[in-house]
Nanobody, 121 residues
Framework: QVQLVESGGGLVQAGGSLRLSCTAS????????VAWFRQAPGKEREFVAA????????YYADFVKGRFTISRGSARNAVFLHMNSLKPEDTAVYYC??????????????WGQGTQVTVAS
């Protein structure tokens, strides 16, 4: 089993920045892909960004390209989402997810509890 804990959410003005953190514990050696998803009120959950270990590849949704960056910490169990130029439409609960495959567009095996990001206009 793997446990994921997100942190770093909060309230920020439009144009501001936040850094979300995802810390994993447990059998982290089994995890190859870590991703961020988000879900706004009344909307479906959507993919934001992913990082694939070993390959070193990153993937982004079109609506965050150039504004968000996903990165891994020096320790294997930390992944970050650096969010710049935030917009009110970025307001959502952000979830960290981890999968045991290299396929970032596939199913994820573990999910965190989410952290709220609110962008004020």
């Amino acid at each position: 089993q793997v446990q994921l804990v997100e942190s770093g959410g909060g309230l920020v003005q439009a144009g501001g920045s936040l850094r979300l953190s995802c810390t994993a514990s447990g059998r982290t050696y089994s995890i190859y892909t870590v991703a961020w998803f988000r879900q706004a009120p009344g909307k479906e959950r959507e993919f934001v960004a992913a990082s694939v270990r070993n390959i070193g590849s990153t993937y982004y949704a079109d609506f965050v390209k150039g504004r968000f960056t996903i990165s891994r910490g020096s320790a294997r169990n930390a992944v970050f989402l650096h969010m710049n130029s935030l917009k009110p439409e970025d307001t959502a609960v952000y979830y960290c997810a981890a999968g045991r495959s290299y396929n970032y567009s596939g199913e994820y095996d573990y999910w965190g509890q989410g952290t709220q990001v609110t962008v004020a206009s």
